[in-house]
Antibody, heavy 120, light 111 residues
Framework: QVQLQESGPGLVKPSQTLSLTCTVSGGSISSGSYYWSWIRQPAGKGLEWIGHIYTSGSTKYNPSLKSRATISVDTSKNQFSLNLSSVTAADTAVYYC????????????WGQGTLVTVSS | NFMLTQPHSVSESPGKTVTISCTGSSGSIASNYVQWYQQRPGSAPTTVIY?????PSGVPDRFSGSIDSSSNSASLTISGLKTEDEADYYC??????????FGGGTKLTVL
């Protein structure tokens, strides 16, 4: 059964780039047809989809992030990553990685989430 | 932009039935599948309903989902409420461009 685990710095300075990695275990990131997503949740608030990368490498992003997000995949490490540039305090959140088996499918599984705080 | 609107909170007594609504802002909510996620404090969301009314294995049949095209809304119904059902619930679907959309979440209190 596929499992996901986020990793990365828990503290990022304003205006810098937030970088997170999601490690996939129990299956190959390049096999099958999966969408690998990043989703975030500010404390006490709801869920916000950031974007996804498809097995083929194509990407799609939430327009609200105004092109600050970049998602990439490293098949050799069975990982996919998120870079979010020009961060502000509003980007402070728990960041989750998740997968879905088709374009309009459910998110399952999810990683446990990792808290990223933007502060100087 | 397509949005999903949920009540901020609902509460009900153990053993009773509660329904959480999720209303689409435009178009037809029936055009794309709706998922429902349960999130307990400090944990990642888990699926309780997918593709409008399907239950993942391990989710009790006390959980059910439906679509009402006349009100452009989806509903999550939990019957025989248990204290362990107390959590935040999020609906999720897609807009016409297949961007992911989440509802704002509903806090269920079982008291």
């Amino acid at each position: 059964q596929v499992q996901l685990q986020e990793s990365g710095p828990g503290l990022v300075k304003p205006s810098q780039t937030l970088s997170l990695t999601c490690t996939v275990s129990g299956g190959s990131i390049s096999s099958g047809s999966y969408y690998w997503s990043w989703i975030r949740q500010p404390a006490g608030k709801g869920l916000e989809w950031i974007g996804h990368i498809y097995t083929s490498g194509s990407t799609k992003y939430n327009p609200s992030l105004k092109s600050r997000a970049t998602i990439s995949v490293d098949t050799s490490k069975n990982q996919f990553s998120l870079n979010l540039s020009s961060v502000t305090a509003a980007d402070t959140a728990v960041y989750y990685c998740a997968s879905s088996s088709w374009l309009r499918g459910r998110f399952d599984p999810w990683g446990q989430g990792t808290l990223v705080t933007v502060s100087s | 932009n397509f949005m999903l609107t949920q009540p901020h909170s609902v509460s009900e007594s153990p053993g009773k039935t509660v329904t959480i609504s999720c209303t689409g802002s435009s178009g037809s909510i029936a055009s794309n599948y709706v998922q429902w996620y349960q999130q307990r404090p400090g944990s990642a969301p888990t699926t309780v309903i997918y593709e409008d009314n399907q239950r993942p294995s391990g989710v009790p049949d006390r959980f059910s989902g439906s679509i009402d095209s006349s009100s452009n809304s989806a509903s999550l119904t939990i019957s025989g409420l248990k204290t362990e059902d107390e959590a935040d619930y999020y609906c999720q679907s897609y807009d016409s461009s297949t961007y992911v959309v989440f509802g704002g979440g509903t806090k269920l209190t079982v008291l």
